[in-house]
């Protein structure tokens, strides 16, 4: 596993529950891989604006 940072988030209890039934229902074996998941699938769907942005970076 590449290196991991620590960070800490507040979600309302609405969204935690929901977790919580998914780490329940044996689709993740905790709250923080199913937010690693949710995490991960975001910058999936930002995937072109984060290249083009690290583009932009490369020209400063």
């Known amino acids: 596993m590449p290196p991991t940072r620590k960070i ?7 969204y935690y529950t929901k977790l919580e039934l998914l780490v ?3 689709e993740f074996t ?4 199913a937010v690693r998941e949710a995490v991960k699938l ?3 769907k930002y995937k ?6 690290a583009q ?3 020209y400063r």
């Open 24 to 26: 329940e229902s044996g």
């Open 30 to 33: 905790s709250v923080s891989e």
């Open 42 to 44: 975001l910058l999936e």
């Open 8 to 14: 800490s988030i507040r979600l309302t209890e609405k």
């Open 56 to 58: 932009m970076d490369t």
């Open 48 to 53: 072109e604006q984060l290249e083009s942005i």
